[in-house]
């Protein structure tokens, strides 16, 4: 009945346009109602979002943002406001359960249009209008001018050409089922709206593109609520959005591994423990599993976790909260495959030697030997094409090895090792280059063999060919990079590279195939990264780089201490480690340093050159740089060191760990300093890596730590290190207070047993052409073990020209595992809503091509770049093996590598290096091959190993009628070139090089099928 007086009432206002007269006639002209123009206001859509919890003392906010900077606004403003209904919401658990998406609620508008107010007063007014009409017919216009003369209050006056005022009414009841604890209208364009902090400027965030002033963006109080869940209800005209609003003086730390869930309830306040909170793990379709919180607030859920889930929680007073957590695996655990190559660089037709071994990880610290089967390999250029495909039997005592010769015709770049073993795909890498050798030599020549900080760095650049000519009028590109000294971990090392602006970057050689060149003086001591590029016009440029040393200084140091931190008044020895990389006359430190952090305060003094330690006694508690320094101020040595005490820092709203040592074997005690930015009464502590594998509280204790209040700010906890902790743990602290969470994670990393392995010859230096004898130990804990080894002897200048590619075999089986739980708090939740009106696997191309590798003409004969590949050595239950190999025709230095692996999974690799020697050393440099009308003739290359001119006898025998030719030779340290004519008819040559009437060297080359120019063939293969 009520309804249908409402809709008679609605179509008399929306209908009185029907009967009303004509447009401006006068009231009463007509017997119809005046035109009331009304319409039913609808709204613009408005985005309505919650994005914090609350506690119980806090108040509560909502943000809405609406159309405030077009013609939207001036239809909204109509309405005068946004209608707020806050309401709690009874069993708060179980109506998060039934949500389909926490973030966005699904609550039904309760819509009865906005009622009968404008439509009564429609009618009032129209009424009245109709009535006085009426009274003015029954008086006649003299009667009406002598009472309203009388009585001007009873005069009609312009009330009635008013029109009738309406008033916007909500459009939505309050909902049924629900709590309505406040509703009211908040002005949207009188508040003040959300604006950056005062004073921040920052391009491209919300400080730009958030206008100052810019209305209807803005944050709407709905006051200070006890404890629990509320749904915060927002309307103009027929457009509505809903929020979910969480008080509660109670908050959730969750941590999520694969397995499990563990939640620790605190007070929001003060970090303290709240027993006795009802948690459900849902992943937002049911609940996964529930639990209560124990005594230390902890509740662990163990089972498998999905990749996204919630954490719904209650606590005694009926404090509400939710946490969104997301988790993904980052470690592992499964068979891990090893593949190495015999060396990481080769040519085209270069023969590949590849070593595979392998272990099943159960753990991040039990493994096993990997099964037998079959590995299928592919080889892919760098065009992503494949190369060629075997299949390996894999070994459980030896793993497997497999050998192929690249194509002469193999393009330049990486190449990729596909291989797959069981259900899992692996992959390793090597790359190709052609050697392509320079037809001239840049030699840089500094002036002077240091340079001094502020001093012009100067000197000359020589170009010459093959045969000692200089190469005139070459264009050479210059640059410059430099890197200042700095201490990184309390070690001199090199930062970061900068270039350097040179005036002239291009110059161009005399006469006598010589540059000069000046350098900016550094200000700081640094090094210099010369390069050159130079032409003389041919289609290559030839490249070299020098590394020019400003004031470096001649000794650097560590300064290392048994423990990181201290107690204020405890004497500390810092021991002086002369840095091994170190060249050149030891400088001594003569003056040391000392800055608290917290403070700036900063002492020195002098340091005895002659001391191998420093004594230093901290008094009081802090954070302290120390460092030390030559006469010349440079810095030779520097550390960090912590004193214990409430005079530790931390940033604001960060904690800081700092662990004793780097790390620690099974059985030590691990000490960790743990520094709050405010104080912390409670925290949570956790040993993490696959799950939370321990916890406990600080102020409480546990049987795996030991903690120790040293200051309001400030534990010490001290952690026995098991042999289950290895490779390694993560040590973390969690804690609130003042409505802010904050955690911190540490690496406990646990020292591994390796193989050590080392290699002894039977003398330092061989001749080519000499066999070597190679002794490899190999011990454990000092114990000598029975091992597997895959021992390479490689030229030094593959990895000069590229780096070793695969990894160290001991960091690929036993890295610092990742950690694998994800910690989050239920502080932050963002509920939000939009109001709306009703109404094959083919390999990808991943290498690109590359240029050939230039490289200086070097004394080697032979183009064995690797002189022995062992990759199934076992050493005896003494740990010893022994090979032999001949030492390859060419001066270089070897590099020796070996990465073993026992029948129990430990692994150890180790790099030694031998040299190959001679004091006179010849070689070929003439080309293999000749054009018509080329003279040819035989040019060599004369490598003087020594220090001192020497005068050589060097003598050509062609075999011919033109007999033996001889030349003398002043050869100087380096190369030196020396040709001979040939002439037809030579079938072999040999080359001798005498001093003193001995001989030195000497070099047979075999000429056969030789056709000099003007004969039936232009190609010779004399070499």
Same mark, same amino acid.
């Given at each position: 009945m009520k309804l249908a007086l409402s809709g008679v009432l609605a179509l008399a206002l929306l209908g009185s346009a029907v009967s009303a007269g004509e447009p401006g006639s006068e009231p009463g002209s007509g017997t119809g109602l005046a035109p009331s123009n009304y319409t039913l206001f609808k709204g613009e859509p408005f985005f309505l979002l919650s994005d914090a919890t609350y506690g119980s003392k806090e108040v509560a906010k909502v943000r809405l943002e609406v159309p405030g900077r077009d013609s939207a606004r001036a239809r909204l403003e109509a309405y005068s406001g946004v209608d707020v209904v806050v309401y709690r919401v009874p069993q708060p658990i179980e109506f998060l359960k039934k949500q389909?998406?926490?973030?966005?609620?699904?609550?039904?508008?309760?819509?009865?249009?906005?009622?009968?107010?404008?439509?009564?007063?429609?009618?009032?007014?129209?009424?009245?209008?109709?009535?006085?009409?009426?009274?003015?017919?029954?008086?006649t216009a003299e009667a009406r001018r002598a009472v309203t003369s009388t009585q001007p209050k009873l005069s009609t006056g312009e009330a009635i050409f008013r029109p009738t005022v309406f008033a916007h009414h909500p459009q939505y009841k309050p909902l049924a089922g629900?709590?309505?604890?406040?509703?009211?209208?908040?002005?949207?364009?009188?508040?003040?709206?959300?604006?950056?902090?005062?004073?921040?400027?920052?391009?491209?965030?919300?400080?730009?593109?958030?206008?100052?002033?810019?209305?209807?963006?803005?944050?709407?109080?709905?006051?200070?609520?006890?404890?629990?869940?509320?749904?915060?209800?927002?309307?103009?005209?027929?457009?509505?959005?809903?929020?979910?609003?969480?008080?509660?003086?109670?908050?959730?730390?969750?941590?999520?591994?694969?397995?499990?869930?563990?939640?620790?309830?605190?007070?929001?306040?003060?970090?303290?423990?709240?027993?006795?909170?009802?948690?459900?793990?849902?992943?937002?379709?049911?609940?996964?599993?529930?639990?209560?919180?124990?005594?230390?607030?902890?509740?662990?859920?163990?089972?498998?976790?999905?990749?996204?889930?919630?954490?719904?929680?209650?606590d005694a007073s009926g404090g509400v909260f939710v946490s969104e957590n997301f988790?993904?695996?980052?470690?592992?655990?499964?068979?891990?495959?090893?593949?190495?190559?015999?060396?990481?660089?080769?040519?085209?037709?270069?023969?590949?030697?590849?070593?595979?071994?392998?272990?099943?990880?159960?753990?991040?610290?039990?493994?096993?030997?990997?099964?037998?089967?079959?590995?299928?390999?592919?080889?892919?250029?760098?065009?992503?094409?494949?190369?060629?495909?075997?299949?390996?039997?894999?070994? !459980? @005592?030896? &793993?497997? %090895?497999? +050998? =192929? #010769?690249?194509? *002469?015709?193999? !393009? @330049?770049? &990486?190449? %990729?090792? +596909? =291989? #797959?073993?069981? *259900?899992?795909?692996?992959?390793?890498?090597?790359?190709?280059?052609?050697?392509?050798?320079?037809?001239?030599?840049?030699?840089?020549?500094?002036?002077?063999?240091?340079?001094?900080?502020?001093?012009?760095?100067s000197g000359s650049i020589a170009l010459r060919y093959p045969d000692g000519k200089p190469v005139k009028n070459a264009t050479l590109s210059v640059s410059l990079r430099s890197q200042k000294n700095t201490m990184v971990e309390g070690e001199l090392r090199y930062s970061g590279m900068f270039p350097v602006e040179l005036k002239t970057q291009e110059m161009t050689s005399d006469a006598r195939g010589n540059v000069s060149f000046t350098l900016p003086a550094a200000s700081d001591p640094s090094r210099y990264i010369l390069t050159v590029l130079a032409t003389d016009g041919a289609a290559y440029r030839v490249k070299t780089t020098r590394e020019l040393l400003i004031e470096r200084s001649a000794s650097s140091y560590q300064l290392k201490a048994q423990r990181q931190f201290s107690d204020p008044g405890q004497r500390v020895r810092f021991d002086l480690v002369p840095d091994v990389q170190a060249q050149g006359k030891p400088v001594r430190p003569v003056r040391w340093e000392m800055v608290q952090l917290e403070t700036q305060a900063k002492t020195a003094g002098e340091f005895n050159p002659a001391a191998t330690g420093w004594d230093v006694d901290f008094a009081r508690a802090g954070s302290y740089q120390l460092s030390l320094r030559d006469a010349q101020g440079n810095l030779l040595a520097a550390t960090s060191h912590w004193v214990s005490g409430d005079g530790v820092q931390a940033t604001p709203g960060s904690i800081e760990i700092v662990l004793d040592k780097a790390a620690y074997a099974p059985g030590e005690t691990a000490e960790a300093l743990v520094t709050f930015s405010d104080n912390a009464d409670q925290a949570l502590f956790t040993l993490e890596r696959d799950k939370v594998e321990q916890h406990g509280l600080a102020a409480g204790g546990a049987d795996w730590f030991q903690s120790q209040r040293v200051a309001p700010r400030q534990w010490r906890v001290r952690i026995p290190v098991r042999a289950d902790y290895g490779p390694n743990m993560t040590f973390s602290v969690a804690t609130t207070r003042g409505g802010e969470f904050m955690f911190e994670n540490a690496g406990l990393q646990v020292i591994e047993p390796r193989i050590a392995l080392q290699f002894k010859t039977d003398k330092e230096v061989y001749q080519p052409g000499e066999t070597v004898t190679l002794d490899v130990l190999s011990q454990v804990d000092g114990k000598p073990v029975s091992t597997l080894v895959a021992l390479g002897v490689v030229d030094e200048m593959i990895y000069v020209l590229q780096p070793e590619i695969a990894p160290d075999i001991g960091d690929f089986f036993y890295h610092p595992r990742r950690n694998n739980v994800r910690t989050t708090a239920s502080l932050s939740f963002i509920s939000y809503d939009m109001a709306q009106g009703r109404g094959g696997d083919a390999p990808a191309r991943h290498n690109y091509n590359e240029r050939g590798v230039k490289v200086l003409e070097r004394p080697r004969r032979d183009n064995v770049d690797t002189a022995f590949w062992a990759p199934t050595l076992q050493t005896d239950a003494n740990g010893h093996a022994r090979i032999t190999f001949t030492m390859p025709d060419a001066l270089t230095r070897w590099r020796i590598t070996g990465r073993a692996m026992d029948a129990q999974g430990r692994v150890g690799q180790r790099t030694g290096y031998l040299r190959s020697d001679k004091a006179v050393y010849t070689k070929w440099t003439s080309p293999d091959w000749l054009r018509a009308g080329d003279a040819p003739r035989a040019a060599v290359a004369v490598f003087n190993r020594g220090q001192q001119e020497r005068a050589l006898e060097v003598s050509l025998d062609t075999g011919s009628a033109t007999g033996r030719m001889t030349t003398s030779l002043a050869a100087k340290p380096g190369i030196n070139y020396v040709e001979f004519p040939l002439t037809g008819g030579a079938r072999a040559l040999r080359l001798e090089v005498r001093a003193n009437g001995k001989l030195v060297d000497a070099l047979d080359a075999p000429c056969g099928r030789c056709r000099w120019p003007g004969t039936a063939s232009t190609r010779s293969s004399c070499r």
């Open positions: 389909r998406n926490l973030h966005r609620i699904e609550v039904a508008g309760n819509y009865r249009g906005e009622g009968l107010a404008n439509t009564l007063r429609y009618l009032w007014d129209s009424w009245w209008k109709q009535s006085r009409m009426v009274w003015r017919k029954l008086f629900f709590e309505m604890v406040d509703s009211f209208r908040y002005p949207l364009w009188q508040a003040r709206p959300i604006e950056p902090p005062k004073g921040v400027k920052l391009d491209g965030s919300s400080s730009d593109f958030i206008p100052s002033g810019g209305a209807g963006n803005l944050m709407i109080p709905v006051g200070m609520r006890k404890p629990g869940l509320y749904l915060v209800e927002a309307m103009i005209g027929e457009h509505r959005a809903t929020t979910l609003v969480f008080v509660s003086d109670t908050m959730a730390v969750t941590k999520v591994s694969s397995n499990q869930m563990l939640v620790w309830a605190a007070r929001r306040d003060n970090g303290a423990a709240v027993p006795g909170t009802h948690v459900a793990w849902s992943d937002g379709t049911g609940v996964l599993q529930s639990g209560t919180t124990g005594k230390d607030g902890v509740v662990a859920l163990e089972r498998g976790s999905p990749e996204h889930t919630y954490v719904l929680g209650e988790y993904y695996d980052s470690e592992i655990y499964n068979t891990k495959l090893y593949a190495v190559t015999d060396r990481p660089l080769y040519r085209p037709g270069d023969e590949v030697n590849v070593k595979f071994l392998g272990r099943e990880f159960k753990s991040a610290c039990v493994s096993s030997a990997a099964q037998a089967g079959p590995v299928a390999l592919t080889v892919f250029d760098p065009n992503g094409t494949p190369l060629l495909t075997q299949t390996l039997q894999f070994s !459980s @005592a030896t &793993g497997t %090895e497999t +050998r =192929f #010769r690249l194509p *002469d015709s193999a !393009s @330049a770049g &990486g190449y %990729e090792l +596909r =291989f #797959r073993y069981g *259900d899992d795909t692996y992959g390793a890498a090597f790359r190709v280059a052609e050697y392509v050798k320079p037809h001239f030599e840049i030699d840089v020549r500094p002036a002077k063999a240091e340079f001094k900080t502020g001093e012009t760095v």
